[in-house]
Protein backbone atom coordinates (compact mmCIF):
# COMPACT_ATOMS: atom_id res chain seq x y z
CA UNK A 1 0.00 0.00 0.00
CA UNK A 2 1.45 3.56 -1.15
CA UNK A 3 0.27 6.32 1.24
CA UNK A 4 1.43 10.67 0.17
CA UNK A 5 2.27 12.35 3.18
CA UNK A 6 2.02 15.95 1.74
CA UNK A 7 4.15 18.95 4.07
CA UNK A 8 6.10 16.38 5.12
CA UNK A 9 9.04 18.10 7.74
CA UNK A 10 12.30 16.76 7.98
CA UNK A 11 11.30 16.94 12.19
CA UNK A 12 8.64 14.15 11.56
CA UNK A 13 10.09 12.21 9.32
CA UNK A 14 12.08 10.17 12.06
CA UNK A 15 9.21 9.67 13.94
CA UNK A 16 7.10 8.30 11.29
CA UNK A 17 10.03 5.85 10.07
CA UNK A 18 10.33 4.84 13.93
CA UNK A 19 6.73 3.89 14.47
CA UNK A 20 5.88 2.16 11.13
CA UNK A 21 5.85 -1.31 11.72
CA UNK A 22 3.82 -2.33 8.53
CA UNK A 23 4.65 -2.51 5.25
CA UNK A 24 3.45 0.51 3.14
CA UNK A 25 5.79 2.62 1.02
CA UNK A 26 5.50 6.29 2.14
CA UNK A 27 6.61 8.94 -0.10
CA UNK A 28 7.29 12.35 1.90
CA UNK A 29 6.25 14.90 0.25
CA UNK A 30 8.05 18.52 1.33
CA UNK A 31 4.82 20.75 -0.77
CA UNK A 32 1.65 21.52 0.56
CA UNK A 33 -1.79 20.09 -0.71
CA UNK A 34 -3.16 22.56 -2.85
CA UNK A 35 -5.09 22.65 -6.17
CA UNK A 36 -1.88 22.79 -8.11
CA UNK A 37 0.06 19.92 -6.11
CA UNK A 38 -3.39 17.51 -5.61
CA UNK A 39 -2.72 15.72 -8.78
CA UNK A 40 0.63 14.75 -6.85
CA UNK A 41 -1.91 12.20 -5.41
CA UNK A 42 -2.66 10.67 -8.23
CA UNK A 43 -2.09 6.52 -7.99
CA UNK A 44 -2.44 6.59 -4.16
CA UNK A 45 -5.71 5.62 -2.16
CA UNK A 46 -4.08 7.16 0.84
CA UNK A 47 -2.62 10.42 1.60
CA UNK A 48 -2.27 12.25 5.18
CA UNK A 49 -2.06 16.37 5.16
CA UNK A 50 -1.12 18.62 7.94
CA UNK A 51 -2.94 21.57 8.85
CA UNK A 52 -1.02 24.03 6.57
CA UNK A 53 -2.55 21.67 3.76
CA UNK A 54 -5.53 22.93 1.20
CA UNK A 55 -7.93 20.31 1.28
CA UNK A 56 -10.76 22.14 0.15
CA UNK A 57 -14.07 21.38 -1.89
CA UNK A 58 -12.32 21.83 -5.31
CA UNK A 59 -9.08 20.29 -4.50
CA UNK A 60 -11.16 17.45 -2.59
CA UNK A 61 -12.70 16.78 -5.83
CA UNK A 62 -9.18 16.54 -7.96
CA UNK A 63 -8.20 14.06 -4.93
CA UNK A 64 -11.32 12.11 -5.98
CA UNK A 65 -10.36 11.93 -9.29
CA UNK A 66 -6.72 10.65 -8.72
CA UNK A 67 -7.86 8.21 -6.64
CA UNK A 68 -7.73 9.53 -3.08
CA UNK A 69 -10.11 7.54 -0.72
CA UNK A 70 -8.93 8.20 2.85
CA UNK A 71 -7.16 11.49 4.08
CA UNK A 72 -5.09 10.78 7.49
CA UNK A 73 -5.05 14.25 9.57
CA UNK A 74 -1.75 14.62 11.26
CA UNK A 75 -3.16 17.01 13.55
CA UNK A 76 -6.57 17.44 15.88
CA UNK A 77 -7.98 20.55 13.95
CA UNK A 78 -9.70 19.61 10.87
CA UNK A 79 -10.91 23.46 9.71
CA UNK A 80 -8.84 22.96 6.42
CA UNK A 81 -10.96 20.13 5.44
CA UNK A 82 -14.21 20.31 3.75
CA UNK A 83 -15.77 17.15 5.69
CA UNK A 84 -18.85 17.37 3.38
CA UNK A 85 -16.78 17.82 0.26
CA UNK A 86 -14.78 14.79 1.54
CA UNK A 87 -17.87 12.95 2.31
CA UNK A 88 -20.14 13.89 -0.93
CA UNK A 89 -16.69 11.48 -2.60
CA UNK A 90 -16.75 9.37 0.08
CA UNK A 91 -13.41 9.89 0.70
CA UNK A 92 -13.10 8.83 4.51
CA UNK A 93 -11.12 11.83 7.32
CA UNK A 94 -9.10 10.84 10.20
CA UNK A 95 -7.71 12.89 12.69
CA UNK A 96 -5.20 13.30 15.74
CA UNK A 97 -7.32 13.81 18.57
CA UNK A 98 -4.86 14.30 20.93
CA UNK A 99 -0.97 13.92 20.90
CA UNK A 100 0.43 15.76 23.87
CA UNK A 101 -1.62 18.05 25.39
CA UNK A 102 1.27 18.56 28.13
CA UNK A 103 3.79 19.78 25.38
CA UNK A 104 1.06 22.79 24.41
CA UNK A 105 1.00 23.70 28.12
CA UNK A 106 4.08 23.72 29.04
CA UNK A 107 4.71 26.01 25.86
CA UNK A 108 2.26 28.21 27.35
CA UNK A 109 4.64 28.68 30.63
CA UNK A 110 7.53 29.00 28.35
CA UNK A 111 5.91 32.03 26.18
CA UNK A 112 4.66 34.04 30.07
CA UNK A 113 8.49 33.21 31.69
CA UNK A 114 9.92 34.53 28.57
CA UNK A 115 7.92 37.24 28.47
CA UNK A 116 8.02 38.32 32.20
CA UNK A 117 11.84 37.92 32.50
CA UNK A 118 12.72 39.35 29.41
CA UNK A 119 14.63 36.22 28.49
CA UNK A 120 15.13 36.85 24.72
CA UNK A 121 16.92 40.57 25.29
CA UNK A 122 18.86 39.28 28.22
CA UNK A 123 19.99 36.92 25.65
CA UNK A 124 20.83 39.61 23.49
CA UNK A 125 21.71 41.71 26.18
CA UNK A 126 24.43 39.34 27.61
CA UNK A 127 25.79 38.52 23.42
CA UNK A 128 26.62 42.52 23.71
CA UNK A 129 28.22 42.35 27.30
CA UNK A 130 26.15 44.64 28.38
CA UNK A 131 25.00 43.64 31.70
CA UNK A 132 22.75 46.38 33.24
CA UNK A 133 19.17 45.27 34.45
CA UNK A 134 17.40 48.19 34.32
CA UNK A 135 15.22 46.70 30.65
CA UNK A 136 15.21 43.15 32.42
CA UNK A 137 12.95 43.39 35.54
CA UNK A 138 9.85 41.42 35.62
CA UNK A 139 7.14 40.04 38.42
CA UNK A 140 6.32 37.22 40.87
CA UNK A 141 3.78 34.49 38.88
CA UNK A 142 2.71 33.94 42.67
CA UNK A 143 -0.04 35.10 43.94
CA UNK A 144 -1.07 36.70 40.55
CA UNK A 145 -4.53 36.13 39.38
CA UNK A 146 -4.26 33.55 36.05
CA UNK A 147 -7.16 33.35 33.84
CA UNK A 148 -7.90 30.26 31.67
CA UNK A 149 -9.70 30.24 28.85
CA UNK A 150 -10.92 27.00 28.33
CA UNK A 151 -9.95 24.05 30.40
CA UNK A 152 -9.80 21.00 28.23
CA UNK A 153 -7.11 18.61 27.82
CA UNK A 154 -4.09 21.43 27.19
CA UNK A 155 -5.74 24.34 29.52
CA UNK A 156 -6.81 21.77 32.08
CA UNK A 157 -3.02 21.18 32.12
CA UNK A 158 -2.19 24.56 32.23
CA UNK A 159 -4.55 25.47 35.39
CA UNK A 160 -2.68 22.89 37.51
CA UNK A 161 0.77 24.15 36.47
CA UNK A 162 -0.33 27.68 37.60
CA UNK A 163 -1.94 26.30 40.26
CA UNK A 164 1.37 25.08 41.17
CA UNK A 165 3.36 28.45 40.83
CA UNK A 166 0.82 29.52 43.71
CA UNK A 167 -1.13 31.47 41.26
CA UNK A 168 -5.14 32.39 41.83
CA UNK A 169 -6.47 30.59 39.09
CA UNK A 170 -9.96 31.67 37.27
CA UNK A 171 -11.54 29.71 34.69
CA UNK A 172 -14.10 30.31 31.79
CA UNK A 173 -15.56 27.05 29.92
CA UNK A 174 -18.97 26.21 29.16
CA UNK A 175 -18.17 22.35 30.44
CA UNK A 176 -16.86 23.51 33.35
CA UNK A 177 -13.92 20.55 35.13
CA UNK A 178 -15.87 19.81 38.57
CA UNK A 179 -12.32 17.93 39.40
CA UNK A 180 -10.47 21.33 38.75
CA UNK A 181 -12.35 22.93 41.10
CA UNK A 182 -12.16 20.53 43.93
CA UNK A 183 -8.37 19.90 43.69
CA UNK A 184 -6.95 22.90 42.27
CA UNK A 185 -9.09 25.83 43.59
CA UNK A 186 -9.67 26.49 40.32
CA UNK A 187 -13.06 29.28 40.06
CA UNK A 188 -15.01 29.15 36.85
CA UNK A 189 -16.17 33.02 36.37
CA UNK A 190 -17.94 34.94 33.37
CA UNK A 191 -15.80 35.49 30.20
CA UNK A 192 -15.72 38.80 30.95
CA UNK A 193 -15.51 38.33 35.03
CA UNK A 194 -11.76 36.75 34.25
CA UNK A 195 -10.66 38.96 31.61
CA UNK A 196 -11.12 41.84 34.38
CA UNK A 197 -9.43 40.23 36.89
CA UNK A 198 -6.61 38.67 35.53
CA UNK A 199 -2.80 39.85 35.31
CA UNK A 200 -2.60 36.90 33.01
CA UNK A 201 -4.93 35.49 30.38
CA UNK A 202 -4.05 32.23 28.37
CA UNK A 203 -6.16 30.95 25.75
CA UNK A 204 -6.84 27.47 25.11
CA UNK A 205 -10.22 27.12 22.88
CA UNK A 206 -11.12 25.29 19.71
CA UNK A 207 -11.11 27.49 16.73
CA UNK A 208 -14.67 27.80 15.42
CA UNK A 209 -17.87 30.49 14.29
CA UNK A 210 -17.92 31.10 17.87
CA UNK A 211 -14.34 31.71 19.12
CA UNK A 212 -13.25 33.52 16.12
CA UNK A 213 -11.81 36.63 16.99
CA UNK A 214 -13.31 36.06 20.53
CA UNK A 215 -10.54 38.09 21.69
CA UNK A 216 -11.00 41.61 19.91
CA UNK A 217 -11.10 45.29 21.35
CA UNK A 218 -14.64 44.85 23.20
CA UNK A 219 -12.74 41.83 25.43
CA UNK A 220 -9.90 43.71 25.97
CA UNK A 221 -11.23 46.83 26.76
CA UNK A 222 -12.30 45.06 30.08
CA UNK A 223 -8.78 43.46 30.75
CA UNK A 224 -6.59 45.18 33.19
CA UNK A 225 -4.05 48.03 32.10
CA UNK A 226 -0.77 46.11 31.42
CA UNK A 227 -2.32 42.44 30.88
CA UNK A 228 -0.19 39.37 29.70
CA UNK A 229 -2.20 37.52 27.18
CA UNK A 230 -1.33 34.09 25.83
CA UNK A 231 -2.42 32.31 22.46
CA UNK A 232 -1.29 28.75 22.32
CA UNK A 233 -4.94 27.96 20.40
CA UNK A 234 -4.99 28.96 16.58
CA UNK A 235 -3.99 32.46 15.66
CA UNK A 236 -7.62 33.23 14.39
CA UNK A 237 -9.04 33.18 18.04
CA UNK A 238 -7.24 36.31 18.35
CA UNK A 239 -7.68 39.75 16.42
CA UNK A 240 -4.41 40.63 15.33
CA UNK A 241 -5.04 44.25 14.45
CA UNK A 242 -7.11 44.89 17.52
CA UNK A 243 -4.07 43.42 19.46
CA UNK A 244 -1.66 45.75 17.58
CA UNK A 245 -3.50 48.67 18.61
CA UNK A 246 -4.08 47.90 22.07
CA UNK A 247 -0.07 47.33 22.16
CA UNK A 248 0.43 50.37 20.67
CA UNK A 249 -1.68 52.45 23.59
CA UNK A 250 -0.14 50.21 26.54
CA UNK A 251 -3.06 48.94 27.32
CA UNK A 252 -1.71 45.22 26.81
CA UNK A 253 1.74 44.76 28.77
CA UNK A 254 2.64 41.46 27.27
CA UNK A 255 1.75 39.32 24.10
CA UNK A 256 3.05 35.88 23.51
CA UNK A 257 1.08 33.35 20.34
CA UNK A 258 2.08 29.89 19.03
CA UNK A 259 0.76 30.54 15.51
CA UNK A 260 -1.37 33.61 13.68
CA UNK A 261 -4.68 33.81 12.11
CA UNK A 262 -2.85 34.09 8.44
CA UNK A 263 -0.13 31.38 9.22
CA UNK A 264 -0.66 29.19 6.54
CA UNK A 265 0.46 31.74 3.88
CA UNK A 266 3.30 32.68 6.67
CA UNK A 267 4.96 30.06 8.43
CA UNK A 268 4.86 26.94 7.29
CA UNK A 269 7.85 25.84 5.08
CA UNK A 270 9.26 29.10 4.78
CA UNK A 271 13.00 28.40 6.21
CA UNK A 272 14.28 32.28 5.76
CA UNK A 273 13.07 35.49 4.31
CA UNK A 274 14.04 38.99 4.63
CA UNK A 275 10.93 40.18 5.83
CA UNK A 276 7.90 38.13 6.79
CA UNK A 277 5.73 39.03 3.90
CA UNK A 278 2.49 40.47 5.74
CA UNK A 279 2.48 44.13 6.94
CA UNK A 280 0.57 43.53 10.22
CA UNK A 281 2.82 40.55 11.77
CA UNK A 282 5.72 42.32 10.73
CA UNK A 283 4.10 45.35 12.77
CA UNK A 284 3.27 42.90 15.86
CA UNK A 285 6.98 41.23 15.39
CA UNK A 286 8.45 45.10 15.85
CA UNK A 287 7.27 45.29 19.39
CA UNK A 288 9.61 44.33 22.49
CA UNK A 289 6.82 42.99 24.34
CA UNK A 290 5.84 40.60 22.02
CA UNK A 291 7.09 36.65 21.23
CA UNK A 292 5.59 34.66 18.62
CA UNK A 293 6.67 31.18 18.49
CA UNK A 294 5.97 29.39 14.69
CA UNK A 295 3.28 27.07 15.42
CA UNK A 296 5.81 24.72 17.38
CA UNK A 297 3.96 23.65 20.64
CA UNK A 298 3.30 20.70 20.06
CA UNK A 299 6.62 19.74 18.58
CA UNK A 300 8.10 17.68 21.62
CA UNK A 301 9.39 14.10 20.93
CA UNK A 302 6.64 12.47 22.89
CA UNK A 303 3.82 14.59 20.31
CA UNK A 304 5.21 13.60 17.57
CA UNK A 305 6.01 10.12 18.14
CA UNK A 306 2.24 9.95 19.40
CA UNK A 307 1.11 11.79 16.61
CA UNK A 308 2.68 9.45 13.85
CA UNK A 309 1.48 6.42 15.93
CA UNK A 310 -2.22 7.53 15.74
CA UNK A 311 -2.00 8.37 12.29
CA UNK A 312 -0.07 4.99 11.42
CA UNK A 313 -3.10 3.14 13.70
CA UNK A 314 -5.54 5.23 11.66
CA UNK A 315 -4.08 4.08 8.07
CA UNK A 316 -4.48 0.75 9.43
CA UNK A 317 -7.90 0.24 10.55
CA UNK A 318 -9.04 2.00 7.12
CA UNK A 319 -6.91 -0.64 5.76
CA UNK A 320 -8.51 -3.37 7.82
CA UNK A 321 -11.82 -2.04 7.57
CA UNK A 322 -12.80 -1.30 11.04
CA UNK A 323 -13.31 1.66 13.22
CA UNK A 324 -10.51 3.75 15.00
CA UNK A 325 -12.76 6.32 16.72
CA UNK A 326 -10.85 8.87 14.80
CA UNK A 327 -13.17 9.11 11.61
CA UNK A 328 -14.36 12.43 11.44
CA UNK A 329 -16.85 11.96 8.68
CA UNK A 330 -18.38 8.53 9.65
CA UNK A 331 -17.59 5.37 7.25
Not at 157 to 179: T, W
Request: glycine share 8%; proline share 4%.
Amino acid sequence: MKILFYSAGHFEKHWFTEACKCPYRIRFERSLLDASTAAKAKGYEIISIGPADDASSPVIEQLKQGGVRFIALRASGADNVDLRAAASHSIQVSNVPEYSPYSVAEHAVALMLALNRQLVHAHEHMRQHDYQLDQLVGFDLHRKTVGVIGTGRTGSILAKIMHGFGCEVLAYDINPDRGLTEKYDVQYVPLQTLCSASDIISIHVPYGINTKHMISAPLIETMKRGVMIINIAHGGIVNTADVVKYLENGHIGYFGMDGYEREREQFYHIARRKRPGDPLLEKLLAFDNVLVTPHQAFATKEALLNIAATTLMNIDSWVNHVRSGHELNGR
